[in-house]
């Protein structure tokens, strides 16, 4: 079964340093998020993007964050500068989208990338 | 705003007996309705959805959910639960419409299946 993949799983970095995470998403989907969890809180969303271009975004995702398709198959999250409360695990999802009458709304996540900020 | 709610922490059952987990939620519209489960040090898997229909929607490993508009609630259930269930169960809403059809999620229900 298509799964989206995440890489690194663990990713540390010092703060003020730019990290990129990768995934990715199932081969034929659309639709493309970022969510991100906080130790012990609760998933919460970034950003969205279709058609190479951001759907929606959250107040959370701020200059600091930027998403690219750079090509048919990877999509990336980018934070330029990274802070302390930067810290979280990320989450990838993906979502087919609606075509010719088929039509899911589900969202497939990875496993994530615990980004460490010291 | 959309919301989701999740008023307990931790569920404890005995292996065998039924299990529920609680959810209610609030969007404007009629809502879409997930719940996913994470085991540790693993990302969010699907259980189950529900978009339209039957308020009574079956998924994966025998669980199932059960949509009541009138108490804005979809509560996960299973009959007879098992230790291999344990896991954070959260549940997660969506508005029919948006641009970018963001998913909300609550805050989280530990489950503990002892023998």
């Known amino acids: 079964e298509p799964e989206v993949t995440q890489t690194p799983s663990h990713q540390v970095t010092q703060m003020g340093q730019e990290v990129i995470l990768r995934c990715v998403p199932i081969?034929?989907?659309?639709?493309f998020y970022w969510y991100r969890q906080i130790l012990g809180q609760k998933v919460e969303f970034l950003v969205s993007?279709?058609?190479?271009?951001?759907?929606?975004k959250s107040e959370i995702f701020d200059d600091q964050f930027s998403v690219e398709r750079p090509d048919g198959s990877n999509f990336t999250l980018k934070i330029r500068s990274t802070k302390l409360e930067d810290s979280a695990m990320y989450f990838c999802?993906?979502?087919?989208?609606?075509?010719?009458?088929?039509?899911?709304?589900?969202?497939?996540f990875g496993p994530g990338t615990r980004l460490t900020v010291l | 705003a959309q919301s989701v709610a999740q008023p307990e922490d931790q569920v404890n059952v005995a292996e065998g007996n039924p299990l529920t987990v609680k959810c209610t939620y609030s969007?404007?519209?009629?809502?879409?309705l997930f719940w996913y489960v994470q085991y540790p040090n693993r990302g969010l898997q699907f259980l189950l959805k529900y978009i339209t229909g039957d308020n009574l929607v079956k998924g994966s490993y025998g669980f199932e959910a059960e949509f009541n508009k009138s108490q804005t609630s979809f509560h996960l259930k299973k009959p007879s639960a098992l230790v291999s269930d344990s896991a954070l169960y959260f549940c997660a809403v969506r508005a029919p419409t948006g641009g970018g059809n963001k998913l909300t999620f609550g805050t989280g229900t530990q489950l503990k299946v002892e023998l």
């Open positions: 999802a993906s979502r087919y989208g609606t075509s010719g009458g088929r039509s899911t709304d589900t969202q497939y």
């Open positions: 081969s034929n989907h659309l639709y």
């Open positions: 993007f279709y058609n190479n271009e951001i759907s929606e």
């Open positions: 969007v404007s519209g009629n809502p879409y």
